[in-house]
């Protein structure tokens, strides 16, 4: 309100109280579209507010389907600790019965440099070096001579005979050892086999993989020979899963910082160790498997003797090994204990080499309780979702309180959806369509799931496969010889199709949509379709393959539902688009009642001025009837 100069005025005007009377007035001209506003804007709000409700539970559900592992019928066990089985994709996952007997381990190859005062010792104060880190297997490939220098690698210290001819007593032959180098001194015209070195040099007992020798006074003569006397002579050779890979050092570098150095790459880590004796080591370990193994060379081949001047020589405490084990029988190794591609979406982990008569058995197998647990859980899901849909959109019938969303065309549309996606076919899996109603889960007059637990285990067991087509998308052939796979884009429509093939004609088609060979491997023919509905999808055939069959897609319904919501809440979806419509109502709302309060000001102003004129006429209209009344008692009193 203005300054009240109306009470000052009306003091000696009409005697009315104006200040209130405008009030009333600006109040009777405004309050009603107010009002009707406000009214508006408090619906707008309550729908906002349980339009987030409502997106968080859908959310909720989309998440639950998604990261949940659904379709988890399958458990996997093992009749002994040695191996261990679990379940690492359900989707792909089938009953297995498998007997394993471990008989090694991989391992890491574990190297150790001691004799370190200190982590802040230096490595080599007098030279820069380069440390070269090779990984694999070093191949008994032999050696070759270089003029005073000769080199090669064996892969067996069995047999094998270093013979030294017009050597010095000093010089000096250098060996590998999984991949530790190592030096000793030997005298003029020596000849020792490698594995007296080795134990010479107390090397624990592994093949050793490289040597070489060096003449440091008059040149001499090299020679490598076998049991038999043979010479080899062709140049030593690796085969590994990793490219070499080097570390700078320099004068000032110190144990901890090549510590660090290893850590950083890759295949390798590396950690201090006090022995407790006054002396540090430098322990160095590969990943598993002998495509794994370490390497280590020096350019100055000063870091390849002792790490200090305590003359503990470099060793290698462990060699890396793959796993050997019998799966029914057959022979297999793996560089790693951790195996994933034994059976499909199963994992079984080697934890130690088998007793004696004791192999384990895994088993995977369907699991009714589990199947029923999850089956449960998904109708819990949906109703939960369903409850809320039903509080929002209900009508105010018989004087009831209608929904905070009723008669929201995007809500209710979202309520009609989820109860057809439950209640409509699901196909692709087989030649007939299949019913949640099949499973035990019939939909009630108010739209909720119930579940019959009795229904469901008895159909499970007859045919799990149902109830994996609630969860799990699936794209199969009835051609046993056919393999299909669809890329992440492919937009398939679920349902059976016809399959014609002709291996003589490298010909293949699907509901008479041919498709373009694309690849050839291991005598099979992939097929590859890039547009149409069966863009993206792709067969491979073997050989000798059926001429026709049946192609089955199909898509199930959780990614049914879960592709709904996610499109359903996504930037443009209509959810969306209809949260930003109410939000953008309740803008409108609010500027619609900032102007009315503008307004209102206005409508104040306006009273003001045409009450205080009034009140100004009024004092006038009685100052001049107060002279005449004067005027006219003095001329009264002069007669």
């Not at 199947?371 to 009831?400: C, H, P, W």
């Not at 794209?475 to 398939?492: D, L, Q, R, V, Y």
Request: no cysteine; charged share 15%; glycine share 8%.
């Amino acid at each position: 309100m203005a300054v009240d100069y109306l009470s000052t005025l009306n003091t000696k005007g009409s005697g009315i109280n104006i200040t209130q009377l405008v009030d009333s007035l600006v109040l009777a001209e405004t309050e009603p579209k107010k009002n009707l506003i406000k009214g508006k804007l408090e619906k707008e709000t309550v729908a906002i507010s349980e339009m987030t409700k409502l997106r968080s539970e859908l959310v909720a559900l989309s998440t639950l389907l998604t990261l949940g592992e659904t379709g988890n019928s399958l458990s996997a066990s093992s009749s002994n600790e040695s191996v261990s089985v679990k379940v690492n994709d359900f989707s792909k996952a089938i009953p297995v019965t498998a007997a394993i007997n471990v008989t090694t381990l991989a391992s890491a190859q574990v190297m150790e440099f001691g004799g370190f005062t200190g982590k802040d010792a230096l490595l080599n104060p007098n030279a820069t070096d380069a440390i070269t880190l090779s990984f694999g297997t070093w191949s008994n490939t032999g050696f070759a001579t270089q003029g005073t220098t000769a080199s090669g690698a064996v892969s067996n210290t069995n047999g094998y005979t270093v013979k030294l001819g017009n050597t010095a007593a000093g010089d000096t032959i250098t060996i590998v050892t999984g991949g530790i180098t190592v030096s000793a001194l030997v005298g003029s015209n020596d000849t020792a086999t490698l594995s007296n070195l080795q134990t010479a040099l107390g090397i624990a007992a592994s093949p050793i993989t490289t040597f070489s020798v060096a003449s440091t006074a008059t040149p001499g003569s090299f020679e490598f020979t076998d049991s038999a006397g043979s010479n080899m002579s062709t140049n030593a050779s690796v085969t590994g899963s990793k490219a070499s890979q080097a570390i700078a050092l320099t004068a000032t570098s110190t144990l901890a910082q090549f510590a660090t150095a290893l850590n950083a790459l890759d295949g390798v880590s590396a950690s201090i160790v006090d022995k407790g004796t006054g002396t540090y080591s430098l322990m160095i370990k590969s990943n598993t498997g002998v495509d794994n193994a370490i390497h280590l060379s020096s350019t100055s081949g000063n870091f390849t003797t002792t790490a200090s001047a305590s003359g503990l020589p470099t060793q290698q405490l462990q060699a890396a090994a793959n796993a050997s084990f019998t799966v029914d029988g057959a022979t297999l190794s793996r560089k790693s204990n951790e195996v994933t591609d034994l059976f499909d979406g199963l994992t079984v982990t080697l934890n130690s080499t088998t007793a004696s008569g004791k192999i384990a058995n895994i088993v995977s197998s369907e699991s009714a309780s589990a199947a029923e647990l999850e089956m449960a859980d998904f109708v819990t899901y949906i109703n939960e979702v369903r409850s809320t849909l039903n509080d929002l959109t209900k009508r105010g019938v018989n004087g009831a309180e209608p929904g905070p969303l009723a008669g929201d065309i995007t809500v209710n549309s979202v309520k009609r959806k989820i109860s057809s996606l439950t209640t409509e076919p699901i196909v692709g899996f087989s030649d007939n369509p299949i019913y949640l109603s099949d499973l035990g889960i019939k939909t009630e007059r108010d739209g909720s799931l119930s579940f019959d637990k009795v229904v469901f285990q008895k159909e499970f067991a007859a045919d799990p496969s149902k109830y994996k087509a609630v969860f799990q998308s699936k794209i199969t052939s009835s051609i046993s010889a056919f393999t299909s796979s669809a890329s992440s884009s492919a937009k398939i429509e679920p349902g059976v199709y016809d399959i014609a093939y002709s291996s003589g004609a490298d010909t293949l088609t699907v509901d008479g949509v041919t498709f373009v060979t694309s690849a050839r491997t291991n005598f099979d023919t992939s097929y590859y379709r890039s547009t149409g509905n069966f863009g993206g999808l792709s067969l491979s055939a073997s050989p000798g393959s059926a001429a026709s069959g049946k192609l089955y897609v199909g898509t199930s319904l959780k990614e049914k539902l879960t592709g709904y919501i996610d499109a359903l809440l996504k930037n443009s979806g209509d959810f969306t688009i209809r949260e930003q419509a109410i939000l953008d109502d309740k803008t409108s709302y609010d500027d619609e009642i900032a102007k009315l309060e503008e307004d209102a000001l206005s409508i104040e102003a306006r009273y003001i001025e045409k009450f205080t004129s009034m009140e100004q006429m009024v004092t006038r209209f009685k100052s001049t009837g107060s002279y005449l009344t004067t005027m006219m008692d003095q001329w009264s009193n002069q007669r």
